[in-house]
């Protein structure tokens, strides 16, 4: 009896498990690609501060993790709270990217808990190397045999967790908010690709979801943004999430269409709560297109999308509510802090001040903030129902004048976008296509474009050029071909360009970051191309090998190159950037030489040029993660180690951080 | 003779374990060596003899740049004792070009009787002036620790321009 109980218990969690892995991932390929996505991001991730605006969206989560959505406790960066993107409200000090903090509360709680248990550094490690296991069993039963997988694989996964015990460092738990937000960006980036995968995997086939997926997480600025704590890839992996929604309810016989259409709203309400003007960009693109393409639009279906669309929403307002008391108020429009007074009582200069230390590294204080006073019981700690109520009231009262200037701002900001794109192609060019020498503030080389750190985005070249071939023939055939997700994609991405392009480009974007959400969405334009579908479809081999070889001895020749040449880090980020924008140019200009060649050559050499595109990358993306890049510990103990030793030899390249 | 499954699990348990008895469960057992900590800029140093870099050259930047950089030879100082870990900068004024770089050196007590070589790393630097093939400098190296601070050595040199 017992046994037979234990039995029936273990097969509800099996095929509970087995129904979340495959909600979330499909299949078993969608869990191959969130596991090499999390491995590559790994791999080149430090425990750390990017920039100093990180200490902001960690000294958030650090306070909610106290439960206080005001910060008392400046854990990270200087004393005085003095960082940006912070907000002064009623004497208070707030942060931002509430949606983040609270997404990511439940990994710190797991980091904390284990910790009790079991050292963080050597669970990465066990971890990293579990993951391992897992793709070399999946590639390797492919390739060769299960049981050579098994062994091969085993033998690989115990040498590097024992290499990186070897080499582990033990993680002071004052950094486990940070990790927090990395592991959840990282989580978001994985995500992000499954999505990709699950969208282009209906609309075309798995092979070419596939691909797209990896191209998306290997070949484009996506990896290079993955463990740095900034809203931009997780923005990105909702608009994703909201764009899957939106294709699988558009299909009639999907028998959770409804669900999905909720879905998708859902999406956009958690995106407010993460950065609102960029899910009002989503917003403005998905609701139209959703109530003219569904398949239907009765008013039981209307009221459950906006039923669920408005409980999304409510975390975000709640939040807003809770600070300003107007639910419809976001972070972005509470009053900055620049230091303005002191919150904390100290007439203190900020720690840093005064100290000798090159501050391109800072660490966190272990201290909390000087002269620190007890925060106080105020208003703003109201019972959740009272809140909810007033929120209502008050949603109804000054929301509309909120919400109107919300959107008045966006209009405005797409005229100077559209001004931007009428009257300054210059800027265009600079944004997406060549970045070269911009004359910004700080080092002038190392904001690279959307081409140079995404050149397979080269291949979208095709679309204008098949649509305008279409339409010489016959005007009616481009919009034949023409998907409402594809309607979705082009007006996502032009809208949020158009949000951007007024303030772009801007230093310490290093790749366009702003439009990081674009980037999948044009991966999605890439696996439309029927040419790039071909090319996968009959001749993938050459793109592979151009890949393996580009990635295995193009970073070797590379490094080789940083040691002998000893460039500055603009130098070296201008390199990369010409070879993406080669490779990326070469992509665009094969899209268009198709019609003299054989189909045989032309399908090997587009083969060859993604293969670049994609390698060229992997490159940028290894050495900027890397090598470049200098803050905290990287979190696998044999990087830290090998990263260390190369340092040495090419100092000026990382002298600087980025 | 074990299968690949077998060895699947034994590699998994394996993993599972070392993590476990590396852990706060297993007292005096733990895998994880912390670095030991610089105490920052805290410290003091005696440093006898300065042998500055007598040439520098400032060119243009590769790769499409139309900015400059500074290169120049290393720097020598001779260190008696150091205690702690206090710290160089080392500081290049061109007032022809309203310019100053400063770089910072950490010491430590190994350093101790050597001669301890101080690369100012190549820096990303504005245009000389177009009429001028050397610029005059003056390079300061400064020794501080959290107290204060002392200058050891100042010097005057001709730094060479290479216009584009």
């Known amino acids: ?658 | 003779m074990i299968s690949g499954r077998q060895w699947i699990r034994i590699v998994v348990g394996t993993i599972l374990l070392l993590t476990v008895v590396s852990g706060p469960l297993v007292p005096g057992v733990s895998f994880t060596r912390a670095q030991e900590e610089t105490d920052f800029g805290n410290g003091t140093a005696q440093i006898s003899e300065v042998e500055f870099a007598e040439t520098a050259v400032i060119e243009p930047l590769r790769f499409g740049g139309d900015a400059y950089i500074l290169d120049m030879p290393p720097t020598r100082i001779a260190v008696d004792e150091v205690s702690g870990n206090p710290l160089v900068t080392y500081k290049i004024s061109i007032s022809s070009m309203n310019t100053t770089l400063i770089q910072t050196y950490q010491l430590s007590p190994e350093d101790t009787n050597q001669r301890v070589q101080l690369q100012f790393e190549k820096a990303e630097i504005r245009s000389p002036p177009a009429h001028l093939d050397n610029v005059d400098a003056e390079l300061t190296l400064t020794l501080r620790n959290r107290t204060g601070k002392q200058v050891i050595d100042t010097t005057n040199i001709s730094i060479s321009t290479t216009h584009r």
């Open chain 1, 1 to 658: 009896m017992n046994l037979r109980a234990s039995n029936n218990s273990d097969g509800v969690v099996r095929s509970l498990s087995t129904r979340i892995v495959h909600a979330v991932f499909a299949d078993r390929l969608g869990v191959t690609i969130f596991v090499a996505s999390i491995l590559f991001f790994m791999l080149y991730w430090r425990i750390g501060f990017f920039i100093n605006d990180n200490w902001t969206i960690a000294n958030t989560l650090a306070n909610v993790a106290q439960g206080q959505l005001h910060i008392s406790d400046v854990v990270y960066g200087t004393d005085s709270g003095n960082h940006p993107g912070m907000h002064i409200v009623d004497g208070k000090l707030y942060g931002r990217n509430y949606g983040i903090a609270f997404l990511a509360l439940p990994i710190l709680w797991i980091l904390d808990g284990l910790s009790v248990v079991v050292p963080i550094s050597i669970t990465i490690s066990a971890l990293w190397s579990f993951g391992i296991l897992w793709i070399g069993v999946e590639i390797g039963r492919r390739w060769v045999s299960a049981e050579i997988a098994r062994w091969s694989s085993g033998f690989v996964a115990l040498g590097l967790f024992l290499l990186n015990v070897l080499f582990a460092q033990p993680i002071d738990p004052r950094w486990h908010p940070i990790m927090a937000l990395q592991i959840l960006t990282m989580v978001s980036a994985g995500l992000l690709a499954v999505f990709l995968y699950r969208i282009l995997a209906r609309i075309h086939d798995r092979r070419t979801g596939l691909v797209m997926a990896l191209v998306l997480v290997f070949g484009t600025s996506v990896g290079f943004w993955a463990s740095i704590p900034k809203r931009h890839v997780i923005i990105a992996a909702l608009a994703m999430l909201s764009f899957y929604g939106f294709i699988r309810s558009r299909q009639s016989d999907e028998p959770l269409h409804l669900g999905f259409r909720a879905l998708s709203y859902a999406a956009v309400g958690i995106s407010a709560w993460v950065f609102p003007a960029e899910a009002i960009v989503l917003f403005v693109v998905l609701a139209p297109l959703d109530i003219a393409t569904a398949p239907s639009n009765t008013s039981r279906e209307l009221v459950v999308v906006g039923g669920i669309f408005a409980i999304s929403l409510l975390p975000a307002f709640l939040t807003n509510y809770l600070v300003v008391g107007n639910p419809l108020e976001p972070p972005k429009m509470w009053p900055d802090f620049h230091g303005q007074v002191d919150v904390f009582g100290s007439s203190e200069q900020p720690a840093n001040a005064g100290n000798p230390e090159p501050s391109s590294n800072p660490k966190p204080s272990p201290e909390p903030a000087g002269n620190l006073e007890p925060p106080k019981e105020t208003d703003h700690q109201r019972s959740l129902l009272t809140a909810i109520i007033a929120s209502i009231s008050a949603f109804v009262s000054k929301g509309f004048a909120a919400a109107s200037y919300g959107v008045s701002r966006l209009a405005q900001y797409m005229e100077i976008g559209l001004d931007v794109s009428a009257n300054e192609p210059g800027k265009l060019y600079r944004v997406f296509i060549r970045s070269g020498w911009l004359n910004l503030s700080g080092e002038r080389g190392i904001n690279l474009s959307i081409l140079e750190t995404a050149p397979v985005l080269g291949a979208l070249f095709a679309l204008p050029i098949a649509a305008f071939t279409r339409a010489r023939h016959r005007a009616r055939t481009v919009f034949d071909h023409l998907r409402p997700s594809d309607v979705f994609a082009i007006s996502y991405s032009v809208i949020l360009a158009l949000l951007y392009l007024h303030r772009l480009p801007l230093y310490a974007t290093i790749t366009i970051r702003y439009l990081l959400p674009v980037i999948p969405f044009a991966v999605y334009g890439v696996g439309r191309v029927s040419m790039i579908r071909s090319v996968l479809r009959e001749n993938i081999v050459p793109g592979l090998w151009t890949y393996a070889g580009i990635v295995m001895i193009g970073t070797q020749l590379w490094v080789l190159w940083l040691i002998l040449a000893n460039p500055i880090q603009s130098e070296a980020m201008q390199l990369h950037a010409i070879l993406g924008f080669a490779a990326g140019g070469s992509l665009a200009v094969w899209t268009g030489l198709q019609r003299g060649m054989s189909r045989q050559l032309t399908l090997g050499l587009g083969s060859i040029l993604v293969g670049i595109a994609a390698g060229v990358t992997t490159v940028f993306v290894l050495q900027t993660g890397l090598v470049y890049a200098h803050y905290g510990e990287f979190a696998l103990g044999f990087v830290n180690a090998i990263v260390d030793r190369l340092a040495e030899l090419v100092v000026s390249v990382v002298t600087k951080s980025m």
